[in-house]
C-alpha cells in the first residue's frame, strides 16, 4: 500500500510538473500584457474553492518561486553563479535549495511591504486573511520583475560591453514596467491622486531596495 501511495505521489507531481511548462509561459504572457487584469483575477479565484483555484494559471507565490528557479537556472547557463566572501554568504550561496530560498524571499519582500502598505493606507487591520488577496497579487506582478532583474544581472557580470549595456537596459525596463504596474495598481485600490500614488510607489519601491541592500551588505559582511 505505500508503494501504491509512492508511486501516485509521483503520478501528481509529474504531472504537475508537466503542467508548468504550459501554464508558467502562459502566465508571464498575461501578467505581463495585462497585469491589472490578472490582479482582478486573483480576486476572483480566492473566492473559489481551495481545489479549485487558480485552475487555468500557477498558484501566485508558486510562480514567484518558478519565476527566481528560472533566473537561477539562466545563472547556471551562463556559468555566472554567485560566490559568497564570508561564512554566512558562502553558506547561504554555496548551496542550491539556500540561495533559492534567500532569492525567493528577497523578491517576496516587495509583494509584502506593498501589501502592509495598502492596509495602512485603507486604515485596515493587518492580518493573515487580509494579506492574502493583496500579496497573492503582488507575486503576480514581481514574478516578471525578478526573471528580468536575475537575467540582467548576469548579463552586466559577463565580460564585455556590450553584455553590460544590454544587462542595464534590461534592468531600466524592467524597473519601468514593474514600478508603472505597482503604480497603476495602487491607484486602483487607494483611489488617490497621481501625485500621492506615484509617492506611495517609490515609497514601496525604495524601502524593498534598501531592506535587501541590508540583507545583502549582513551576508557579505559575515
Known sequence: MDFLKLLRSLEEFLYELCTWFLFFPRTVYRVVMHPQRMARYVDTELTQPLDQQFDDAISPP??????????????????????GIGMLSRTVFGNEESLLLYRSITFAVWPLICSVH???RRKLPITRASLRAPFFMQCYLTAPFAVALSTSMVFVRLP???STRIGIAVSVLALLWYAGAQAHWLKARLQ?????V?????????LGIVINSLIGIALLAN
Open 192 to 196: 488617490r491622486p497621481w501625485p500621492n
Open 62 to 83: 508558486m510562480f514567484l518561486m518558478l519565476a527566481v528557479l528560472l533566473a537561477h537556472g539562466v545563472e547556471l547557463l551562463m556559468h555566472q553563479q554567485v560566490t
Open 160 to 162: 564585455g560591453t556590450l
Open 198 to 206: 506615484i509617492l506611495s510607489t517609490l515609497w514601496v519601491l525604495l
Open 118 to 120: 495598502l492596509l495602512r
